[in-house]
């Protein structure tokens, strides 16, 4: 499985220029069949096959022990994870009755599983309104049924849904079918299209027994020491002070080992008139003090680099330091440990290697504007 993690990972990242290549050539075309179309296909083909590599990885991550984990005491560490890929004014609250049995599950594949449905949600949330995420459990003869849901689901219970089949086939669903059937769960259904977005799963008990009674749940609801709904906010403010808010120029700092990767970015990004690129880092050598001489404004951090110095260790300097440089990482481990520890050490991003350029300058000024922005596919 190392192995073939090791491919993934060096798929992606001869993957990345290629889609940086094709960009450029179809933003430089005049629209007529060319060489651009002529190359998407196999291109894309590698793409699928290097993201059945990472479902592979996922699988076997999943066939590890499951243990037995009571959901409210797993909520409490996992929230903070789950509300970083969502707007600052969105609000992520969950209703986990005490009176739920424990689940049987790996605590690391359940949090992958729920950081690709908020991602997925995200990208439906009303822009206009109060916006929200919920998270609601239930138990049933057959097990615990978990939904997550935006604010326009309503009482998911009794949502229009899509069976499985039916639902999207991208790869972020396809990686949470995988994790879901060998970890011996189940995604049950999905929302049907205007009628808010929603994701049910079903979780394997702990306990074998029958469900509790409406009065039991009730009472357990109204405990003043279980509050009903759990809610999880952004902080009061961003890691870095901000006073500027309008699209402004950036200057992009990129540290990684791959070459063609940076000379791509830099002839992406220097058609954008906002974007500067800086002179690339491809090792870690005295990095901190690097970056400080430079002034970026933005970091592309790629967590695999040679030399002396640790990624994340460069991470953690740079915020003591109160540099003022906002670091994306920029990685072909898209896993929920990787996006904590990213986050933890004082990531202002985290992008998997193969999203589109688009998406990639989109994140860039996103991040610059103070959010936290989560690309995993």
Do not use: Y
């Not at 822009?127 to 239930?138: C, D, E, H, I, S």
């Not at 808010?196 to 009065?215: E, V, Y």
């Amino acid at each position: 499985m190392l192995a073939t993690a090791g491919v993934d990972h060096d798929m992606r990242n001869a993957l990345m220029p290629l889609l940086l290549h094709l960009d450029l050539l179809s933003l430089q075309s005049d629209g007529s069949m060319g060489p651009s179309s002529a190359l998407q296909a196999p291109v894309d083909t590698v793409l699928r096959l290097a993201n059945g590599l990472l479902l592979r990885i996922a699988a076997h991550a999943a066939t590890t022990p499951p243990e037995r984990i009571p959901l409210r005491d797993w909520w409490q560490t996992v929230s903070p994870l789950l509300r970083l890929p969502l707007p600052l004014d969105c609000v992520l609250r969950a209703r986990l009755p005490r009176s739920l049995p424990p689940v049987l599950t790996q605590p690391n594949v359940l949090a992958q599983i729920l950081l690709h449905l908020v991602v997925h949600l995200r990208i439906g949330l009303n822009k206009t309104g109060p916006q929200q995420v919920r998270l609601t459990a239930w138990e049933t003869r057959r097990g615990v049924t978990l939904s997550i849901s935006d604010g326009a689901a309503g009482d998911t219970r009794h949502a229009p849904v899509m069976q499985p089949a039916a639902l999207a086939t991208d790869w972020g669903l396809s990686l949470v079918r995988t994790l879901l059937a060998h970890s011996g769960a189940a995604l049950i259904s999905g929302s049907e299209a205007g009628g808010g977005t929603h994701f049910a799963i079903r979780l394997r008990a702990a306990d074998r027994k029958a469900p509790p009674s409406r009065r039991e749940v009730e009472q357990g609801d109204q405990d003043a020491s279980s509050p009903e709904w759990i809610s999880t906010r952004a902080p009061l403010a961003p890691a870095v002070p901000l006073t500027v808010r309008h699209r402004q120029r950036l200057r992009v700092l990129m540290i990684d080992d791959n070459q063609a990767l940076t000379d791509a970015l830099a002839l992406r990004f220097g058609i954008e008139c906002d974007i500067d690129c800086l002179p690339p880092l491809h090792a870690l050598h005295d990095s901190v003090a690097q970056i400080v001489s430079l002034a970026p404004s933005i970091v592309l951090l790629d967590l695999n680099l040679p030399g002396d110095e640790r990624p994340i260790d460069v991470l953690r300097r740079l915020r003591e330091q109160g540099s003022p440089a906002r670091v994306i990482v920029l990685t072909g481990n898209p896993s929920a440990t990787a996006v904590q520890a990213a986050r933890d050490a004082g990531a202002a991003g985290f992008i998997a290697k193969g999203v589109t350029p688009e998406r990639l300058i989109a994140a860039l000024h996103r991040v610059s504007d103070g959010e936290f922005v989560l690309e995993l596919d």
